[in-house]
């Protein structure tokens, strides 16, 4: 069972406008939430994390929206850049378990120049 | 910012062959690191976390004993891959927890392994 899902596999946006990329959950005990930015045969890299009393963290053009309720995250990138193709992951961990992270299969995100 | 090293980058090996695989964390100490593994297109999976002086905790449906890790300083994890297959060939990847401050996870380049 998927606990955290990121039903778009990929996504292509034109550079300049905005890319959203979604992100469910079902693990209400879930409380901290990331997202990572991979490129083929890398590993990924921080971008931004959202605690769950939190429903939105701002990070340049780097926006993390979280919704409790609907157990859902996006993660928006604006405006985006031609830099910004990679593979992003969502993340999400429950506190004081080990710090032992569940990831989303990954939307791969094209940014046309 | 904190570095995590992973080595080596890329390795083709016989069937059979055992091939260890190195991750370090080069400015700070990791009580706690995380190996996972990706196959193409695929999600980052947790195989094991490793904790420093211990045994690591292996996820269901992961054979500790043909992934052999060892955790025996605060800088270093390794994960070996015992008497490979081909359908070991994988990226690995691993990481470590800061816990300094906020508590961030670091990751390493990943190593693709092929085994023929």
């Known amino acids: 069972d998927q606990q955290v899902k990121q039903n778009s596999p990929s996504l292509s946006v034109q550079e300049g406008r905005i890319s959203i990329l979604n992100c469910d959950y079902t693990?209400?005990?879930?409380?901290?939430f990331l997202w990572y930015k991979k490129y083929p045969a890398e590993g990924p890299t921080f971008l931004i994390s959202?605690?769950?009393?939190?429903d939105k963290n701002e990070d340049g053009r780097f926006t993390v929206f979280l919704n409790k309720s609907a157990k859902h995250l996006s993660l928006h990138i604006v405006p985006s850049q031609p830099g910004d193709s990679a593979v992003y992951f969502c993340?999400?961990?429950?506190?004081?378990?080990?710090?032992?992270?569940?990831f989303g299969g990954g939307t791969r995100l094209m940014v046309k120049p | 910012g904190a570095v995590v090293s992973q080595h080596p980058s890329r390795v083709i090996c016989k069937s059979g062959t055992s091939v260890k695989i190195e991750c370090r964390s080069l400015?700070?100490?990791?009580?706690?690191m995380f190996w996972y593994r990706q196959f193409p297109k695929q999600s980052l999976m947790l195989m094991a976390t490793?904790?420093?002086?211990?045994?690591?905790?292996?996820e269901q449906g992961v054979e500790k004993d043909k992934f052999l890790i060892n955790h025996a300083s605060l800088t270093l994890s390794t994960l070996t891959v015992t008497s490979a297959h081909p359908e070991d060939s994988s990226f690995y990847i691993c990481?470590?927890?800061?816990?300094?401050?906020?508590?961030?996870?670091?990751f390493g380049s990943g190593t693709q392994l092929s085994v023929l």
């Open positions: 990481s470590a927890l800061d816990r300094r401050g906020s508590e961030k996870l670091f």
């Open positions: 693990n209400s005990m879930f409380d901290y």
């Open positions: 959202i605690s769950s009393i939190k």
């Open positions: 993340a999400a961990r429950v506190r004081n378990a080990g710090n032992m992270l569940t």
């Open positions: 400015d700070f100490q990791a009580t706690t």
């Open positions: 490793s904790n420093e002086g211990s045994k690591a905790t292996y």
